[in-house]
């Protein structure tokens, strides 16, 4: 009787050592989303960096601090935007090319835009014949589930003669905040001696794919660095900072406030429907 009641009391104090760092962990986060999404949207709003905020972060969370220090530097830095891959890249399987998708049409077949980025990609593909690459965009077709950008991408690349082991699908992101959340997830799995990244999109799409995967690594404390960029120059497109503000809010888990800032300011060419992965 004795033991069963010391094991009882045992068993009630794992449960409420379990119990304990979950709770401290959600008061922490109430404390610190807030300051993080006022930094992001107060950068945003009028490009005013919150310093203050920033410190207040950083007293509550030093490490959480840093990151959001670093990923706001990242933020405010210019991005050069190239047609081509540059040469100085190394010529192995730690560098990956991350292809980035656009909504497909009704149908399933791919928008003219994509298949322009696809052929940046391919060309970066030749350039680099070791490199890995990754195919990310989840299913946008309005009349067809089955289909996936990353599908379609991965099809058409091996039809144009891409060896089909180079290739990675990540076809579950509805967002570009979930193609580096997503990609991230993959290459720590499947491709761990990855270090490096070059982004394939269009040319206004650049930066905000060069600022969310760099962000996501920080965020993660991932070796993985994004390097380099290649890009079709689209004839039209364009992502607001507040878009971009919306997508770090939904990199740092407030998935709510991400898509409503989505909903209000989505400006990009040919409008992707968004939904909330379940």
């Known amino acids: 009787m004795k033991h069963t009641a010391l094991i009882a009391?045992?068993?009630?104090?794992?449960?409420?050592a379990m119990v304990l760092p979950a709770a401290a962990e959600e008061e922490a986060a109430a404390q610190t989303q807030p300051l993080i999404e006022r930094i992001v949207v107060s950068y945003a709003a009028d490009g005013t960096r919150d310093e203050q905020a920033l410190a207040a972060l950083a007293s509550l969370d030093p490490a959480l601090g840093d990151k959001w220090t670093r990923i706001m530097d990242l933020w405010g830095a210019p991005v050069t935007v190239n047609e081509k891959l540059p040469d100085t890249l190394p010529d192995d399987d730690s560098l990956c090319l991350v292809a980035l998708g656009f909504q497909l049409n009704p149908d399933g077949t791919m928008r003219d835009e994509l298949v322009e980025r696809l052929k940046v990609l391919l060309a970066a593909a030749?350039?680099?014949p070791h490199a890995k690459i990754v195919c990310t965009g989840g299913g946008t077709a309005a009349e067809d589930p089955?289909?996936?950008?990353?599908?379609?991408?991965?099809?058409?690349?091996?039809?144009?003669?891409?060896?089909?082991?180079?290739?990675m699908v990540e076809d579950r992101s509805l967002t570009t905040a979930q193609?580096?959340?997503?990609t991230y997830e993959l290459l720590e799995k499947t491709s761990p001696q990855v270090r490096?990244?070059?982004?394939?999109?269009s040319d206004y799409h650049i930066?905000?794919?060069?600022?969310?995967?760099?962000?996501?690594?920080?965020l993660r404390d991932s070796a993985i660095e994004?390097?380099?960029?290649?890009?079709?120059?689209?004839?039209?497109?364009?992502?607001?900072?507040?878009?971009q503000a919306g997508a770090l809010i939904e990199l740092s888990g407030d998935v709510e406030t991400a898509f409503a800032i989505y909903y209000d300011t989505y400006d990009i060419h040919e409008l992707p429907p968004l939904h909330k992965e379940e």
């Open 9 to 16: 009391l045992l068993l009630a104090c794992l449960m409420a």
């Open 126 to 128: 030749a350039q680099y």
């Open 146 to 167: 089955t289909a996936t950008e990353a599908g379609r991408m991965a099809e058409w690349l091996t039809a144009q003669g891409v060896d089909p082991a180079r290739l």
């Open 179 to 182: 193609n580096a959340i997503f």
């Open 196 to 201: 490096q990244i070059a982004i394939i999109s």
């Open 207 to 218: 930066a905000t794919g060069t600022l969310l995967f760099g962000a996501e690594a920080m």
């Open 226 to 243: 994004v390097v380099s960029n290649a890009a079709w120059p689209a004839p039209s497109g364009t992502l607001s900072t507040m878009f």
